[in-house]
């Protein structure tokens, strides 16, 4: 095998399994109730706000796109979640449990940071939103 096929090979072997590792790759969220899932980005979302990383309309907009994708809901439930009168109180306890802003928002920094540029971004498949809630905070 030449120099020249041998890159070849390796170049699509390389975009095939980081595909399939993309598409196989099973969501935290799915394990989550829909509750669960708007409490995390509910505190991604503030302690990012905090940062100067995230402005309001893209916190609505990622937390909306985030619940359609993993749970299929509407903006009105997310609403919905939102008005239940322990959300305040549920989520500032999940920011104490995984540590506080500090740590979150380095989890989420450490995420974007791996965010692809360039040419690598046109065949990057991940929404912007992932890069924010798709993180491990445990």
Request: hydrophobic share 40%; proline share 3%.
């Amino acid at each position: 095998m030449s120099i020249q096929s041998m890159k070849k090979f390796l170049a699509l072997s390389s975009i095939f399994f980081s595909l399939f590792v993309v598409e196989t790759e099973p969501s935290k969220a799915a394990n989550q109730t829909p509750y669960q899932t708007v409490i995390i980005a509910s505190a991604i979302n503030f302690c990012a706000a905090e940062y100067g990383m995230i402005t309001d309309k893209q916190s609505y907009q990622y937390v909306h796109n985030w619940m359609k994708d993993e749970h299929g809901f509407e903006p009105y439930q997310v609403s919905n979640l939102i008005k239940r009168k322990s959300w305040a109180n549920d989520t500032a306890d999940y920011i104490d449990a995984v540590g506080g802003c500090k740590k979150i928002v380095d989890v989420v920094k450490e995420e974007i940071a791996r965010k692809p540029y360039g040419l690598k971004a046109l065949t990057n498949r991940k929404k912007d939103y992932e890069y924010f809630y798709k993180v491990d905070l445990d």
